[in-house]
C-alpha cells in the first residue's frame, strides 16, 4: 500500500509540474530563452511564481513527514495526493494568443526535466521517500524557477549547437556567391518592408525571405538551413535585436550587401537601456554594408537617422562610392521620394520620384503615411536592383497588408477593423492613429493596452501617446487597469469626456464594450496587443 501511494504521489506530482512548467517554458520562448528577461518576468509576477495556496498546501504534508510515527506518514501521503489533486484543478491553461510550440529546444529541455525526475523517482523508490517527497513538493512550489535552472544547465548544449547550425549556414552562402542578400532593420517597420520589397522583387528575382518574425540570429539560419536553395537569387533577412549586438551577429553570417534601415526609436529599451544603444545597435547593419561595399538605404524621415548622418557617412567612402547611401522619404531632399501624396480610408496614390527616371505612379490599398514610405523605400532597392519601372508597377499591385499591421477587415455588419495588433512604438501609434483620423464621416473608436517594453520611458511615452489619441477617437477603450494609467492621464490632461474613455480589465471586457457602441458606420483600431509575457 505505501508503495503505491508513494508512486501516486509522484504521478500527481508530475501532472501539476508539467501544468506549471508548460506555461514557464512558454514565458521563457516569449523572451527568445534569455534568463535576465524571464528573471523580469518572474519579478514582476512573483504572486504568480510563489503561489500562496500552492505553498500552504504542498508545506503542510513536509510538516507532517517529518514525523516519525507510521501512521502520520501514511496521513502525510495521503494528504498530500489531495493537495496536488486540488491544485491540478484549480490550475487552469492559461489563454496563449501567441501558441507555445514545441521546439527543438523545448524537447532538449523536457529531456533535462526527465533526468531530473528519474533521479528524484529512484530517491524515492530505493532511499528514504520522506525527502524524495520533499523535494518534489518544494520543485513544485519553484517550478518556473526550475526552468530558469533548466536553461542553464542546458546552456553549453545549447551554445555548442548554436555554434554549429551558424557554421552549416555560413558555409552554404559561402557556396552562393551570386546570391544578393538584402538586410532590413529598424525600431518598426521592418516586417512590412519585408514583405512589400519581397513582393517586389519576385518580379524579377526567385527571393526568398525570413518567414514572419524569424528575425533573431537562430531565425535567420533555420531559414537558410532549411528553406535556402540553389535556385534562390535573393534573400531578404529582417534583422530583430534585443541588445547590443544583435545585428552585428546576423550580419556576420549573411554578410549583407544592401541594407535598409527603416528607424531608429526608443523602442526595447528593457534591454536596451538607452536611444543611443538602440542607435549603435542599428548602425551595425550600415557598418556591415559598408565592410561589403554594398549599398544602404535610410529612411531621412527619421529624426533620429538623420542625426546619425556623420556616423553613416564615417562608415562609407563617400568619395569613391557617392551613391553607398541612399536616402528616401516624402520630401525633394532626398534620392528616392513621394510626390503627389493623397490618402484616404480606401488607401493611398502617390508618385515615387527616381532620380534621372521618369516618376512611377503608385496606388494601393495600404493604409497610412508609413505604408507610403514602406513602398518607397522598395522601390529604391529595386530601381538599384534593376528593376524596370513596369516591373515595380506591378509587384505593387501584388503587395497585401501584412497581418496586425494596419490590416483593414471588413465586419458582417458593416463596421470596419483595423487591426495594428503587432507590438507597437509612439511613431507607428501615431501613424495608425492618423489612419483613424482619416475617417472623418465614421464613430472612431481606439482600442489600446498601450505601448510596452520603454524600461524607464514607459510613463512618459505612453501619457504621450494618450494625449495624441485624444485628436483621433470618438471613443478610447484601454486593455489593463494598472498597465494604462499613464494613458489615461495623458487623456484625461486634454479634458476628453470621461463617458467616452473606458478601461476595461482585460481584453474580452474591451470588446464587451465596444460591442455597446459599434454600429455599421463605425471603425475600430486595435493598436498593440500585449503578448503573454506582458498579461
Known amino acids: 500500500m505505501e508503495k503505491i501511494l508513494i508512486n501516486l504521489n509522484l504521478i500527481m506530482f508530475l501532472i501539476f509540474l508539467y501544468k506549471r512548467t508548460r506555461h514557464g517554458l512558454h514565458i521563457l520562448q516569449l523572451e527568445n530563452y534569455y534568463n535576465d528577461r524571464y528573471l523580469v518576468w518572474m ?3 512573483i504572486k504568480k511564481v510563489l503561489n500562496i495556496n500552492t505553498i500552504v498546501l504542498l508545506t503542510i504534508p ?15 501521503l495521503i494528504v498530500n495526493i489531495l493537495a496536488y489533486g486540488a491544485l491540478i484543478i484549480t490550475t487552469k491553461k492559461a489563454k496563449e494568443k501567441k501558441a507555445f510550440v514545441n521546439t527543438a529546444r523545448i524537447k532538449r529541455m523536457y529531456g533535462t526535466y526527465f533526468l531530473i525526475i528519474l533521479a528524484i523517482w529512484l530517491c524515492a523508490n530505493l532511499f528514504d521517500y520522506r525527502i524524495a517527497l520533499g523535494i518534489t513538493n518544494i520543485v513544485a ?36 556567391r551570386d546570391l544578393k542578400i538584402i538586410g532590413i532593420t529598424g525600431s518598426y517597420g521592418k516586417t512590412s518592408v519585408k514583405y512589400i520589397i519581397n513582393t517586389i522583387l519576385s518580379q524579377k528575382y526567385n527571393t526568398l525571405m525570413t518567414p514572419e518574425s524569424y528575425n533573431t540570429t537562430m531565425g535567420v539560419v ?20 534585443k541588445y547590443v549586438g ?47 561595399n554594398g549599398i544602404a538605404f535610410v529612411n531621412w524621415e527619421d529624426e533620429n537617422i538623420k542625426s546619425a548622418s556623420l556616423e553613416l557617412e564615417t562608415k562609407f567612402n563617400l568619395t569613391e562610392s557617392p551613391n553607398s547611401i541612399i536616402k528616401y522619404g516624402l520630401t ?17 496614390t502617390f508618385d515615387v520620384v527616381i532620380p534621372n527616371k521618369e516618376k512611377i505612379k503608385i496606388k494601393t490599398k495600404l493604409l497610412g503615411k508609413l505604408n507610403i514610405l514602406n513602398i518607397v523605400s522598395a522601390v529604391a532597392i529595386a530601381d538599384a536592383l534593376g528593376l524596370t519601372a513596369d516591373e515595380i508597377k506591378v509587384g505593387v499591385k501584388y503587395i497585401k497588408p501584412v497581418p496586425h499591421r494596419l490590416e483593414l477587415i471588413q465586419n458582417k455588419n458593416g463596421s470596419i477593423i483595423i487591426d495594428d495588433a503587432y507590438n507597437s512604438n509612439i511613431k507607428g501609434a501615431k501613424m495608425a492613429l492618423e489612419v483613424l483620423k482619416s475617417f472623418e464621416n465614421k464613430r472612431r473608436i481606439l482600442i489600446t493596452p498601450g505601448i510596452v517594453d520603454l524600461g524607464a520611458q514607459f510613463k512618459e511615452i505612453n501619457k504621450e501617446f494618450g494625449k495624441y489619441a485624444t485628436k483621433s477617437s470618438d471613443y478610447i477603450i484601454l486593455v489593463g487597469e494598472e498597465q494604462t494609467i499613464p494613458i489615461l492621464e495623458g487623456i484625461q490632461e486634454e479634458h476628453y469626456p470621461s463617458d467616452k474613455c473606458f478601461v476595461a480589465k482585460n481584453l474580452e471586457a474591451a470588446f464587451e464594450r465596444m460591442n455597446e457602441i459599434i454600429d455599421e458606420n463605425s471603425v475600430v483600431l486595435l493598436e498593440n496587443d500585449l503578448p503573454d509575457n506582458y498579461l
Open 141 to 176: 512550489i519553484m517550478a518556473y524557477a526550475l526552468v530558469y535552472v533548466v536553461n542553464i544547465l542546458n546552456r553549453p548544449l545549447e551554445n555548442y549547437l548554436r555554434s554549429r547550425f551558424c557554421r552549416k549556414a555560413k558555409q552554404k552562402l559561402n557556396e552562393m
Open 222 to 241: 533555420r531559414t537558410i538551413n532549411e528553406k535556402l536553395t540553389g535556385t534562390h537569387q535573393l534573400f531578404v533577412c529582417e534583422m530583430g535585436a
Open 332 to 348: 525633394n531632399e532626398v534620392n528616392y521620394y513621394a510626390d503627389n501624396i493623397y490618402i484616404d480610408e480606401n488607401g493611398s
Open 62 to 76: 513536509i510538516l507532517i513527514f517529518i514525523q516519525e510515527a507510521k501512521l502520520a506518514q501514511m496521513v502525510a
Open 246 to 292: 544583435d545585428i552585428k551577429e546576423i550580419c556576420d553570417i549573411v554578410k549583407p550587401t544592401y541594407g535598409i534601415l527603416t528607424a531608429i526609436g526608443p523602442q526595447h529599451l528593457d534591454t536596451f537601456k538607452s536611444l543611443e544603444n538602440v542607435k549603435k545597435t542599428k548602425l551595425e547593419l550600415a557598418n556591415a554594408v559598408s565592410e561589403n
Open 43 to 45: 519579478k514582476k509576477n
